[in-house]
């Protein structure tokens, strides 16, 4: 009877050791759930960063993008300003290479009327000439055509072509237009044809 005591005790100790200490099969199975729980946190960081790099690159194409938009718009604007300012000039000066064209004609009725300056104002030949030039010249008005004032005023290069230099008959003359060779003309402020000038030094 003792001797089946002692066997139960040890049975009972057995069995306390067996619970109290794991066996190596459970230590295995907790270790791969710690070891599953590390990966699975370290994956969620590494698609935490994944993620947050793509938002930084998303936000840099943004940007990129805003500004290439900006930029385009910017340009869209200046090509617009310089067009509407291109089509303004040609309306001003549409019908320049006509009116440089008619410029000489100008100059043969004014040779003209100058050679009949010494026959009498009753001529009609004089007469119709005059009538002519004078509508030439509300033709050149109508159209902005301005002739360049240079007889006894100062060398502008921007204005005058100086053709040659003579001794100034006056003082006073000097660096300035002494005779008027060809006529300069304007159109809308812009310079069509140079006046041809001699300059007195």
Same mark, same amino acid.
């Given at each position: 009877?003792a001797?089946?005591?002692?066997?139960?005790?040890?049975? #009972?100790? /057995? #069995?306390?050791v067996k619970?109290?200490?794991?066996n190596?099969?459970?230590?295995?199975?907790?270790?791969?759930e710690?070891?599953?729980?590390?990966?699975?946190?370290?994956?969620?960081?590494?698609?935490?960063?994944?993620? #947050?790099?793509?938002?930084?690159?998303?936000?840099?194409?943004?940007?990129?993008?805003?500004?290439?938009?900006?930029?385009? *718009? /910017?340009?869209?604007?200046?090509?617009?300003?310089?067009?509407?300012?291109?089509?303004?000039?040609?309306?001003?000066s549409?019908?320049?290479?006509?009116?440089?064209?008619?410029?000489? &004609?100008?100059?043969?009725?004014?040779?003209?009327?100058?050679?009949?300056?010494?026959?009498?104002?009753?001529? /009609?030949?004089?007469?119709g000439?005059?009538?002519?030039?004078?509508?030439?010249?509300?033709?050149?008005?109508?159209?902005?055509?301005?002739?360049?004032?240079?007889?006894? *005023?100062d060398?502008?290069?921007?204005?005058?072509?100086?053709?040659t230099?003579i001794?100034?008959?006056?003082?006073?003359?000097?660096?300035? &237009? &002494?005779? &008027?060779?060809?006529?300069?003309?304007?159109?809308?402020?812009?310079?069509?044809?140079? /006046?041809?000038?001699?300059?007195?030094?």
């Amino acid at each position: 009877m003792a001797e089946e005591k002692i066997n139960l005790d040890a049975d #009972e100790n /057995a #069995e306390d050791v067996k619970i109290n200490t794991p066996n190596s099969e459970e230590t295995k199975s907790s270790d791969k759930e710690i070891s599953e729980e590390e990966n699975t946190g370290k994956k969620k960081k590494s698609k935490k960063d994944k993620r #947050e790099a793509k938002i930084e690159e998303l936000k840099e194409k943004l940007h990129d993008l805003q500004d290439k938009h900006l930029r385009l *718009q /910017a340009e869209f604007d200046n090509f617009r300003r310089r067009t509407m300012m291109e089509k303004v000039e040609l309306i001003k000066s549409g019908g320049e290479s006509v009116l440089v064209k008619i410029l000489p &004609v100008i100059d043969d009725f004014e040779r003209a009327l100058d050679s009949l300056k010494d026959i009498s104002d009753d001529d /009609a030949g004089k007469q119709g000439t005059s009538l002519i030039y004078i509508k030439f010249e509300e033709f050149l008005k109508q159209n902005n055509v301005k002739e360049i004032e240079c007889l006894h *005023q100062d060398f502008d290069v921007d204005l005058h072509e100086a053709l040659t230099k003579i001794p100034a008959p006056k003082k006073k003359l000097k660096g300035k &237009v &002494v005779d &008027v060779i060809q006529k300069g003309y304007l159109l809308n402020e812009k310079v069509i044809r140079f /006046a041809q000038v001699v300059i007195g030094e």
